[in-house]
């Protein structure tokens, strides 16, 4: 993606958390999320319009519960959604990663970085 159209392409999607160089993340995994799905993009599995009206419906889902803390947390939970709905990923492999994931971080000392175990 070009700069120019990925400044583009950035602005288009909703509360954005962002400085003056580009996106901010609080924490490793919210920049993961952020880079599977331009990955995704670019390899043409999708639109960025269909991705930003995808995350704007989780947006809007939670406007009521959020305090614009939980963004990176919609923002996966779009990115579920949409490569569910692409066949990208079936529902039980997603729901089994989800639970192994769950099950390293509770396994994880608290400042350490979550590692999944090679399957």
Known sequence: MSAARNAADLAA??????DDEGPVFRAPW?????GMTLALY????????EWAER??????GA?????????Y?????ALEKLV???GLVLGP???????????????TPHGQPIELKKR
């Open 13 to 18: 999607l909703p509360a954005l958390p962002r």
């Open 55 to 60: 995350l704007s419906v989780e947006i809007a």
């Open 84 to 86: 569910g709905d692409l």
């Open 63 to 71: 406007r009521e519960r959020d305090d614009g803390s939980r963004y």
């Open 30 to 34: 919210e920049a993961q999320a952020f």
């Open 93 to 107: 492999e997603l729901a089994r990663r989800s639970d192994e994931w769950a099950q390293a971080a509770a396994e």
């Open 73 to 77: 947390e919609l923002w996966l939970a």
């Open 42 to 49: 670019e390899r043409g599995l999708f639109t960025w319009k």
